[in-house]
């Protein structure tokens, strides 16, 4: 059986919190793939459903959904504006962001330190 970006998402985050050390890198190294895929998807559905509008009608959808853009923003960078802007509202999405901020309070990030 496939599971969707979304289950698989949820159910790392439901794994991380018994997870430590490498486990839970893994855990979040497999979970950013994740976020990300969601995220590109999201883009696809977002240029899908609002392609056809103006660009000015899109970077005020844009500051209407609480991000920043300007009216001399690229076209592609205010449809991905709105796609983050809708992704990161999703269970996914949050989900995913709850692990990391979890994980990073005990100590573990995919960022190496420096």
């Known amino acids: 059986m496939m599971t969707t970006t979304t289950e698989r998402l949820l159910n790392l ?3 991380a919190p018994a997870a430590e050390g490498e486990d839970l890198v ?3 190294r497999e979970g950013n793939v994740l976020y990300h895929r969601g995220l590109q998807e999201s883009r696809e559905l977002i240029s899908e459903r609002l392609g056809a509008l103006p660009t ?3 970077v005020v959808a844009a500051e209407a959904a609480g991000m920043p853009c300007t009216a ?3 076209r592609g960078e205010v449809l991905l504006l709105l796609a983050l802007a809708e992704w990161q509202m999703t ?20 960022l190496p330190e420096e």
Request: hydrophobic fraction near 55%.
């Open 13 to 15: 985050a439901a794994a």
């Open 91 to 110: 269970p996914a999405a949050l989900a995913y962001s709850g692990m990391a901020e979890d994980a990073a309070r005990r100590g573990v990030c995919l």
């Open 72 to 74: 001399s923003a690229d």
């Open 56 to 58: 000015d009608e899109l």
């Open 26 to 28: 893994g855990l979040l």
